[in-house]
């Protein structure tokens, strides 16, 4: 209907512009053709405006393996030209250009690129590498560190229960309770000699 419409004006327009009178009919054919050459060129105008030209298959052949190795510029251009395809009927995209767009939103490139070979053995290692180093620092230092304190000994805790029980402390439900079976303070083995 809105060509129909353009056609109509765009004719009527040009044929009551050139034409003032009517009453002369014998004008030359190149007026009429000159007069209806604007119209067929806003309709031809209207008509490119929808259609999109189709990609070439060498600018699609092969994406999966160029597109990263492909500058950034011309990854935009190549997907905006792709988008503005698929703005058309999508029965008119060739069979590559479907593939390319589908492989270009949903590949794996980018944020969804597979990792490469060998990753899972190089993270192991430089776990396993992270893990000895931790260990060899905690031997370090316990070789390094000096002999436990004294009040850690098994039988100076064991004379420290003597003295609470002496003391009576905690007469309710600790050390100094009648039937008490815990350990009481006792936590460290024997000293070594």
């Not at 259609?51 to 190795?69: G, Q, Y």
């Not at 069979?95 to 192991?124: D, M, N, Q, S, T």
């Amino acid at each position: 209907m809105l060509r129909s419409t353009v056609l109509r004006a765009a004719s009527s327009r040009t044929s009551s512009s050139i034409l003032p009178s009517t009453k002369n009919a014998s004008l030359p054919s190149t007026i009429l053709r000159t007069s209806q050459q604007p119209a067929l060129c806003l309709y031809a105008g209207h008509q490119q405006a929808r259609r999109v030209h189709a990609i070439s298959n060498p600018t699609l052949a092969n994406i999966e393996k160029r597109w990263e190795e492909m500058p950034p510029q011309e990854q935009a251009d190549l997907w905006m030209a792709l988008r503005d395809r698929m703005k058309t009927n999508w029965h008119e995209l060739t069979l590559a250009e479907k593939k390319a767009a589908y492989w270009i939103a949903f590949g794996p490139h980018g944020p969804r690129a597979l990792p490469p070979p060998g990753e899972g053995w190089k993270v192991a290692s430089y776990t396993a590498i992270g893990i000895a180093i931790a260990c060899g620092i905690v031997v370090a230092l316990r070789f390094a560190a000096r002999d436990p304190p004294s009040t850690m000994t098994k039988e100076y805790q064991e004379a420290t229960n003597e003295y609470l029980k002496n003391q009576k402390v905690e007469p309710i439900t600790g050390i100094s309770s009648e039937g008490y079976a815990g350990k009481g303070y006792v936590q460290s083995p024997p000293k070594r000699t």
